[in-house]
Structures are given as structure tokens and as C-alpha cells.
């Protein structure tokens, strides 16, 4: 399939090419998206005992996990392929968007202290755009949509309604376009793409549009900011 030239693989091979190419990409690159204010669900899993789990995905996982390591209740945030079998979640072919993978995060959560509903917010509002079909920014392709994988009925009623709110409420310009579906499985990513926000904070792709996603979460959910991210290689039980 075709890749925008102006996509994260093209920002990774740039820094290979030095600092000029760097610029005509940054120039011609989507800017990053704003936050958007929007209400918290009406509806939200109850409150349980024990660590619960989240599976989204909104675009490159990159971002996405880079969040939700900064948002506090979340013990563990890690990148994966969800949507497809198990012989195929590797980067290289999922990348191709033949698989049904999208690249997701599987968010390890403590319910106490932040709720599903919250996480879906925050996923709404500054981690993505709902409103782009099987992209997010300058990254095209199946592999890039936006959905919640539901681990149970109460998820996936949550989810579910959250979005019908959110579309009625006509928070965005354009109709909601996540899918929800029930998780099959997921995948972590290879070693290489995790916590890979905070270990590459300079890299082009993650400075253009991945750390202002870090600075929307800090000013729209200030109560649920970490300063400190919470990364796989250090994971807690409680942050």
C-alpha cells in the first residue's frame, strides 16, 4: 500500500539523511492536532477490585502509550497489534495493513483510581482524533484506525455509548469514526517500539506530533498528569 511521504517511517528515515531533509519534512508534515474539550461518559464501568485492562488504538502506538504512561492509575501501558492473528503481529506486516492489526496499546489500569470511562476520555480528547477513517495524521492505512477492543460487555456498552454522547453532543466537526470490537488477542510489540516517546523525545516524528499530545494531557487533565512517565522497563503496581 501507498505510505505518506510525510508519515512516521519517512521521519525515521530522515534522521538518516540529515538535518536539511529534516526540515523540507517538517514543513510539508501535518501539524499536530489539538485537544479537544469533551464531556466524561455518562456511563462508566463500575469500580472493581484489582488491576483492570484497557486495549485501544489510535494511530501509531508511539503517542498513544506515551500518554497513557503519563497519566496517573495507569500501572502499565504497553504497544501491540490487535485485530489480527497472532502469526502475523510483527511490525513489518502489520505495516503493510494486510494483517487487520492496528497498531494498539493495552493499558493496565487501577480502577480506584482512574475509571474506564476517564481512560476513553482522555483517548477522545488529546491522544487522537476520532474522526479520521484508517489514518491519524500523516499516517495512512487500516493499521492506523481508531478503535477500542472491548474485554467484556460492560466495555463495550460503555464504549459504545460514550460515543453515541460524544456525536450527539457534536463535540468534533465531522461524525465519530472508532469502531468497537470485542479483543481477540493482543500482541506486544517488539522491544524496540516500547516507551519509545520518552526515549526518543527528539526524534522529528515524536517532537512533530506525538509530545504535544504530552502537553494536552498536562493542561486538559491536570489531576490525571504524570510528570514522571511510567514505562515498561520499570512498571509498577501502583504510580
Known sequence: ??????????????????????????????????????????????????????????????????????????????????????????????????????????????????????????????????????????DTGTQYRSEIFALNDEQKKVADTYIAQLNAAWVYNKPIVTRVGTLQGFFPAETYHQDYLTLHPDQPYIASHDLPKIRNLQKVFAPNYLQKPTLVGNARNTN
Open 1 to 138: 500500500m501507498t505510505r505518506n511521504p510525510f508519515g512516521r517511517n519517512a521521519f525515521v528515515a530522515a534522521t538518516v539523511v540529515g538535518a536539511v531533509a529534516l526540515s523540507g519534512l517538517l514543513s510539508g508534515a501535518s501539524r499536530a492536532e489539538d485537544a479537544v474539550i469533551i464531556p466524561p461518559p455518562a456511563l462508566d464501568v463500575k469500580a472493581a477490585d484489582g488491576i483492570q485492562t484497557a486495549v485501544i488504538a489510535g494511530g501509531c502506538f508511539w503517542g498513544v502509550q506515551g500518554v497513557f504512561q503519563h497519566t496517573a492509575g495507569v500501572v502499565n501501558a504497553v504497544s501491540g497489534y490487535a485485530g489480527g492473528a497472532r502469526k502475523t503481529a510483527e511490525y513489518e506486516l502489520v505495516s503493510t495493513g494486510t494483517t487487520g492489526h492496528a497498531e494498539s496499546v493495552e493499558i493496565k489500569f487501577d480502577p480506584k483510581r482512574i475509571s474506564y470511562g476517564k481512560i476513553l476520555q482522555i483517548f477522545f480528547s488529546v491522544a487522537h482524533d476520532p474522526t479520521q477513517l484508517n489514518r491519524q495524521g500523516p
